[in-house]
């Protein structure tokens, strides 16, 4: 049986994250009560987005919890809540092997203290595709839930070297998740989906840092994104993600399933340029031409080590990646996702809005006139207005 909103309430963890705020935001509008987990209450940047949200002072709760530090707080922070989007989980552009430790102990954390908890009736953990199809060749199959990202090499016993720690981190949180849960006594045990979204895109909701914003923030500029790889990703709009959250806590043919969250279209780092070039050069931007450049030079380039995130793309490198998300509307009941090319253009209005895109020079050169006309402007006035008053002045001196 659905939940009913009003009488239900939800823990997000990782409350201020991209993904997460949009949760937030859609539980709220759904009628549910949230309870938000941030690291500090004290860090403005990444608390006041949250209550700014639309029936935030009505029904949103913020609690400071750690993944990793206080565990046991955790079981007193999930107390009376039913429903859990464990949506909290790092995602440095250029992992370290740190990032793995804190995704499988935050996610074991969480799935531990909820064992304790009665109330408890479902948990939905946001994984990734990242945990789908890293370790294979991009052209070798259509990648659905029934993939898992392969970590060691068959052969020789060892960390592939196409699976980066972010991958890693994912791949075994996720597979350690379903380990734990299927342990669990099937009787009493609450209810566990997955969702595994692809690359992330969409309007931001606060101007706090993200590894899409990042990326996608360098291509309105060729002086951060000098040159376009052959990169070929699945993409999704957060608004899509949270949704799909949302339906997952709802839906019961959904439990002990994996979902991959994703649009059909494979899209290519060359489309993406293109499409912020088609809307945001004759506004100043300098986006850089949609030109792929050959996998040589990407390497060549990524060996002067003047870039980390530039090594970090070459094990992207590859043929058009293909992903089936078949599932989620039979599963979910998900309808039409929206258009990347949309999703993009959205995220970079909305980021431009927040201060997180670098200014055009164009830009800059017209404001500096325009303020340099307004200081002159200025200027005129007030020697105008005291040319004035001295010719009153000298009036009234003539009169007496």
Request: with cysteine.
């Amino acid at each position: 049986m659905a939940p009913d909103e009003s009488q239900t309430k939800v823990l997000v963890t990782g409350a201020s994250g991209y993904v997460a705020l949009h949760c937030v935001q859609q539980l709220l509008a759904a009628g549910y009560n949230v309870r938000g987990t941030v690291r500090s209450l004290k860090n403005e940047s990444k608390v006041e987005p949250l209550r700014q949200l639309k029936g935030a002072q009505e029904r949103l709760e913020l609690v400071e919890a750690d993944l990793v530090e206080n565990v046991e707080k955790w079981p007193s922070v999930i107390q009376d809540c039913e429903y859990i989007l464990h949506v909290a989980s790092p995602w440095p552009i250029v992992a370290d092997e740190s990032t793995i430790q804190v995704a499988v102990d935050g996610t074991m954390n969480v799935l531990k203290a909820a064992t304790q908890c009665q109330s408890v009736k479902k948990i939905v953990l946001t994984s990734s595709c990242a945990a789908v199809n890293d370790g294979h060749r991009n052209d070798e199959r259509i990648f659905d839930e029934s993939c898992w990202t392969k970590l060691e090499n068959e052969t020789k016993g060892k960390h592939s070297p196409k699976v980066d720690n972010y991958a890693k981190s994912k791949t075994l949180a996720e597979s350690t998740a379903w380990q734990y849960w299927k342990s669990l006594d099937a009787e009493n045990r609450y209810q566990l989906t997955v969702i595994n979204p692809t690359f992330v895109t969409g309007p931001v909701l606060s101007s706090v840092e993200h590894g899409s914003a990042t990326i996608i923030g360098k291509m309105m500029d060729v002086r951060t994104f000098p040159a376009v790889p052959k990169v070929c990703l699945g993409f999704v709009d957060v608004r899509d993600v949270a949704k799909a959250h949302i339906l997952a806590l709802k839906t019961s043919s959904s439990d002990g399933q994996r979902i991959l969250v994703t649009h059909k279209r494979p899209v290519w780092f060359s489309d993406v340029v293109s499409w912020l070039a088609e809307e945001f050069r004759s506004k100043g931007y300098l986006v850089p031409p949609p030109i792929t450049v050959p996998n040589w030079a990407v390497r060549l380039y990524a060996k002067l080590g003047l870039d980390k995130e530039a090594a970090a793309v070459l094990h992207r490198l590859g043929g058009e990646l293909r992903f089936s998300n078949e599932k989620s509307f039979n599963i979910l009941g998900m309808q039409e996702y929206i258009d990347p090319r949309q999703s993009v253009i959205e995220m970079i209005y909305s980021m431009i809005e927040k201060g997180m895109v670098r200014q055009p020079p164009l830009r800059k050169l017209c404001e500096a006139k325009k303020a340099s006309r307004t200081q002159s402007a200025t200027i005129r006035e007030e020697k105008c207005q005291s040319e004035v008053t001295d010719s009153v002045n000298q009036k009234k001196a003539s009169a007496a």
